[in-house]
């Protein structure tokens, strides 16, 4: 197989019952395009299955790849581990339950080359943004709240940090996963907040999504933990813990998004 172009990463807990359409559909894409590339499911620490399934696709075709974590360790751990594996120029971290669905990665795609970004977002909060199917309204006012509380303590301008669709340079954003320490559902925040002190430049992009019922976030408890979370990472940020960890990529280009947009947003996490 020649060297992939793109790795997409899919953090995987307990998703033996819809990864494997996820993982036809991302196959599919890449047939479509021609484009070389690979597919790296990496287990939470699944105990329905995940592992075996991702590994049947694999015997027929080589470009998927499995990871597997002995425990249930977070996404933000999945994602991570992916990440530094993928072997890609560039790499789309996608949520196992495609509620973004695969096609929107042209979009990115196009969009990362003609802004020169090194990271470009999925958003479901911009004018552009289609809401196919939206979540129940008090996970909206939910997602509306933690939004603002991310904006005031980290001074992030995104309308939406949370949606599971992102695409990134990789050899600029492995110095950045190299330093990342949440393991769980703040770490797109975590990202987010080094890349900018990093001087990356960051779009928000307008994508398609319809809600996933099966959501693996729990509404006040994962809610809570991304609060501390958040807290803890503004104080890493003040105390220079991430300038003691090794891999920050030497700042270049403007320390902010490359375009932001000030619409107002619905927020919430996928």
């Not at 809401?131 to 129940?136: H, K, L, N």
């Not at 307008?206 to 809570?224: M, Q």
């Amino acid at each position: 197989m020649s060297a992939p172009y793109i790795s997409i990463v899919v953090p995987a807990y307990n998703e033996s019952r819809r990864l494997g359409t996820t993982l036809d559909s991302m196959r599919r894409w890449l047939d479509a395009r021609g484009t070389p590339g690979e597919v790296i499911v990496v287990d939470d620490g699944s105990a329905d299955g995940t592992s075996e399934l991702a590994e049947s696709r694999r015997v027929g075709d080589r470009r998927v790849r499995v990871i597997r974590l002995a425990v249930n360790r977070g996404k933000g751990a999945a994602v991570r581990a992916g990440a530094l594996a993928a072997g890609g120029r560039v790499v789309l971290i996608s949520d196992a339950d495609l509620s973004t669905p695969i096609e929107e990665l042209d979009r990115l795609l196009a969009r990362m080359r003609e802004t020169s970004s090194d990271i470009v977002i999925g958003s479901r909060a911009l004018t552009g943004s289609q809401v196919e199917v939206p979540q129940p309204i008090w996970r909206r006012a939910m997602g509306r709240g933690f939004n603002l509380i991310i904006r005031t303590l980290t001074d992030l301008p995104f309308r939406d940090t949370q949606c599971g669709f992102k695409l990134l340079d990789r050899e600029r954003t492995a110095p950045i996963f190299r330093k990342m320490v949440i393991d769980r559902f703040a770490y797109d925040v975590e990202l987010l907040v080094l890349a900018r002190l990093a001087g990356l430049r960051i779009l928000e992009e307008p994508v398609r999504w319809r809600n996933a019922p099966d959501s693996r976030v729990t509404p006040l408890r994962s809610s809570w933990n991304m609060f501390r979370d958040v807290v803890k990472l503004r104080r890493r940020v003040r105390t220079g813990f991430y300038r003691a960890r090794e891999g920050d990529p030497a700042p270049t280009g403007p320390t902010g998004p490359a375009e932001s947009a000030s619409s107002p947003g619905v927020g919430g996490s996928c």
